[in-house]
């Protein structure tokens, strides 16, 4: 069974930073693009970034969310700054588009709430 765990979620006051890891296995790291979604209440899952296996970087930066693949720790980082109340959600790491297939493999979620 392919596990993909988040962390680094939490509370923050409005302006603050968080970092969120995803593990996984290996071949799932190398293999599928991966990426952050996010889920507000009430509102549909949203994708934050993603970096395809067929890109060539490892960091991307939009706005004030930077997604980072560590090659080194097999590990996807979700750096998130200057948070607002709004960016309040479940946090969710997703493998996607694997061996060049529709298979996606989705993390338990983490949850980021931030306060004003």
């Known amino acids: 069974q392919v596990r993909l765990e988040e962390s680094g979620g939490g509370s923050v006051q409005a302006g603050g930073s968080l970092t969120l890891s995803c593990t996984m296995p290996?071949?799932?790291?190398?293999?599928?693009?991966l990426g952050w979604y996010r889920q507000a209440p009430g509102k549909e899952r949203e994708l934050l970034l993603t970096?395809?296996?067929?890109?060539f970087y490892d960091h991307f930066q939009k706005d004030r969310f930077s997604v980072t693949k560590d090659k080194e720790k097999k590990i996807l980082n979700l750096q998130m700054n200057s948070l607002k109340p709004e960016d309040t959600a479940a946090y969710y790491c997703?493998?996607?588009?694997?061996?060049?297939?529709?298979?996606?493999?989705w993390g338990q979620g983490t949850q980021v709430t931030v306060s004003s």
């Open positions: 997703v493998a996607d588009r694997c061996w060049g297939t529709a298979t996606n493999y």
């Open positions: 290996d071949y799932i790291f190398q293999y599928c693009d």
């Open positions: 970096i395809r296996t067929t890109d």
